[in-house]
């Protein structure tokens, strides 16, 4: 079998939705190679255009739209699962100019939602996102913004929500908050594309049901170990829109298509059929 080299984040969605292959109980007509990065090095990675089949924020998508199409089996989208303002203390629109605020990644649809909510000018540090309840708490920033676990446990450092910038889209787009995928190479054939996508999908059914097997796995790469943190992350964001993109995924995408000037067409869009 050849290699494959498959990139994504050690965040519990992403290794929940690969832990059939990663434990090697499903069977695909590849050997895959698995990289595991932060979602922004995943994002530059992704500019770079040299992993086959890698997991990139949306919020890149204009960057990466000649080189890669997305896989219709893996996303992380819908709602109530937006990024997280957070800080010490609230703090009002006018007061921003004179705050910092850290953000996990330059690229990431954090950062583009945190620009679609406040468009006007803030002092922004990127940080690596499990860095930023430190620097808020060691006030380094006033501010931040909290993806993955830490957008579930921000309440036990003492640290308020000044807005969830998932629902401010929502509520602005009606649409679900389309966070990140699963890309593969636009220039790889068809049938490897279907093979890629049979093989994502049965790992991420098998996952489905075997979930005593697949903690030690998540709790592995995760970065809160509870359980309970972990389940709930995976409930979150390994939904309807994971399986399926179906028409209101779809919906969100050309929503962020419009948002970046840069469309969502079909073609962008690598199917089994």
Request: proline residues 5%; contains cysteine; positive net charge.
């Amino acid at each position: 079998m050849s290699e494959l080299k498959i990139a994504l984040s050690p965040c519990p969605n992403d290794v929940f939705i690969m832990a059939g292959l990663l434990l090697k109980k499903i069977t695909a007509p590849f050997n895959p190679v698995f990289l595991f990065e932060d979602i922004d090095a995943l994002n530059t990675l992704a500019i770079q255009g040299e992993i086959p089949v890698i997991k990139a924020s949306f919020g890149v998508w204009e960057k990466i739209k000649k080189e890669y199409q997305l896989l219709s089996v893996g996303s992380a989208m819908g709602f109530g699962t937006g990024p997280l303002l957070v800080g010490k203390n609230f703090y009002k629109l006018e007061e921003f100019p004179m705050l910092k605020v850290a953000i996990p990644g330059e690229y990431t649809t954090a950062h583009l939602l945190f620009k679609f909510f406040y468009p006007g000018k803030i002092q922004k540090i990127f940080l690596r996102y499990d860095k930023i309840i430190p620097a808020i708490l060691q006030n380094q920033v006033d501010m931040g913004i909290l993806i993955h676990e830490g957008r579930f446990v921000f309440h036990k450092y003492g640290l308020v929500l000044i807005q969830d910038l998932g629902n401010y889209w929502e509520t602005k787009t009606k649409a679900p908050v389309p966070l990140g995928g699963f890309f593969v190479k636009r220039e790889l054939s068809k049938e490897v594309k279907k093979s890629i996508l049979k093989a994502i999908k049965n790992s991420l059914e098998w996952a489905k049901t075997h979930e005593k097997e697949v903690m030690p796995l998540l709790k592995k790469y995760a970065q809160e170990i509870e359980e309970e943190v972990i389940r709930k992350h995976v409930k979150t964001y390994v939904n309807e829109y994971t399986e399926n993109l179906g028409q209101g995924g779809l919906t969100a995408l050309k929503t962020l298509g419009k948002v970046l000037k840069t469309p969502f067409e079909e073609g962008d869009l690598a199917k089994e059929d």
